[in-house]
């Protein structure tokens, strides 16, 4: 209940604060190519229940009809604008609406397409379990995802081999650690993660240690290894196919 008062105060505060952004940024969008300043698209929320998600459109006009849905650094969908956008994350910025309607919280595990929940493992159904963010553990750890998909073959089998096992497990964490608190910080912790990923990663680590999460999971905060494939939560495999 005090999450949900928090999510509708600060999403309200945020949307007229943050309303010359909202109007300036649809503008532009729209300017590039005389199209739809906004990407709609249908995600997974809450215990599995559909919704429309609102982010302001980074690629050209139709790219999600390519049937890929992870996205590279380079990947030649995004608009020259759109890698300004996503950097900075103003493409996030019309998920405030999705959070003052309750189908979103400004903390939470990112919201998936089916395509990717229908493969989930039943312990990977967890992250069903609340409400999807804007940001939380996954979402600092592995903001340079693009990058790490850079030049990729198959971004989607890749993504579910090297990226979908940890940020599984970030997210599972979260949900079983969740508290205003830990919200608040993680707040704090993207605003630092703007300016400075290295602070951020150190300071994502210092959160989970003193949650008393795993070794490999403080670990794999600080992002110093190299990542390799791994099965998800709950699978002994790692995925072969995508």
């Known amino acids: 209940m005090i999450k949900?008062?928090?999510?509708?105060?600060?999403?309200?505060?945020?949307?007229?604060?943050?309303?010359?952004?909202?109007?300036?940024?649809?503008?532009?969008?729209?300017?590039?190519?005389?199209?739809?300043?906004f990407y709609i698209a249908e995600r997974v929320g809450k215990n599995e229940k559909l919704f429309k998600m609102m982010k302001f459109r980074s690629m050209v006009v139709n790219a999600d009809k390519s049937g890929i849905d992870s996205t590279t650094s380079n990947d030649p969908r995004i608009t020259s604008l759109g890698h300004f956008i996503r950097k900075y994350k103003i493409d996030e910025l019309p998920n405030f609406f999705n959070i003052f309607l309750g189908q979103m919280s400004f903390v939470g595990p990112r919201p998936n397409v089916k395509r990717e929940t229908d493969i989930y493992t039943n312990v990977e159904k967890l992250l069903l379990s609340v409400r999807p963010g804007i940001t939380d553990l996954a979402s600092i750890v592995f903001s340079?995802?693009?990058?790490?998909?850079?030049?990729?073959?198959?971004?989607?089998?890749?993504?579910?081999?090297l990226i979908r096992p940890w940020k599984s497990r970030l997210g599972i964490f979260y949900?079983?650690?969740?508290?205003?608190?830990?919200?608040?910080?993680?707040?704090?912790?993207?605003?630092?993660?703007?300016?400075?990923?290295?602070?951020?990663?150190?300071?994502?680590?210092?959160?989970?240690?003193?949650?008393?999460?795993?070794?490999?999971?403080?670990?794999?905060?600080l992002r110093e290894q190299t990542i390799v494939p791994t099965p998800p939560p709950g699978?002994?495999?790692?995925v072969k196919t995508r």
């Open 4 to 37: 949900r008062l928090f999510d509708i105060v600060f999403s309200l505060i945020l949307v007229v604060l943050l309303s010359p952004l909202l109007i300036l940024f649809s503008f532009l969008i729209w300017k590039q190519d005389k199209e739809q300043p």
């Open 144 to 161: 340079d995802e693009g990058e790490i998909l850079s030049n990729s073959q198959d971004p989607d089998l890749d993504y579910n081999q």
């Open 175 to 221: 949900v079983e650690n969740n508290s205003l608190l830990v919200d608040i910080k993680l707040i704090l912790i993207t605003i630092i993660a703007l300016i400075s990923r290295r602070r951020a990663l150190l300071a994502v680590s210092r959160l989970l240690a003193k949650l008393d999460a795993s070794a490999n999971l403080v670990s794999i905060a």
């Open 235 to 238: 699978a002994i495999d790692i």
